[in-house]
């Protein structure tokens, strides 16, 4: 998959949030990408290759 996504991009992952939402916005990038979900406002770091693995989908560019 393309790296089409910038900050403020908001995605959607492959598996969803245990508060049930799947939609994540993008907080900070870098070798690490911290994203927050959208439903509940819990934010997470994962290390890029592993973002990549899991990006389903970007909803807004």
């Excluded at 910038?6 to 492959?14: A, G, Y």
């Excluded at 508060?19 to 439903?39: E, H, S, T, Y």
Aim: glycine share 4%; hydrophobic share 35%; aromatic share 6%.
């Amino acid at each position: 998959m393309e790296n089409n996504y910038k900050l403020d991009s908001v995605v959607i992952m492959k598996k969803e949030h245990p508060c049930g939402a799947n939609k994540w916005q993008i907080v900070r990038m870098g070798a690490d990408i911290k994203i927050k979900c959208l439903n509940c406002g819990r934010t997470i770091m994962l290390p890029r290759i592993e973002f990549n693995k899991k990006l389903k989908k970007v909803e807004t560019y």
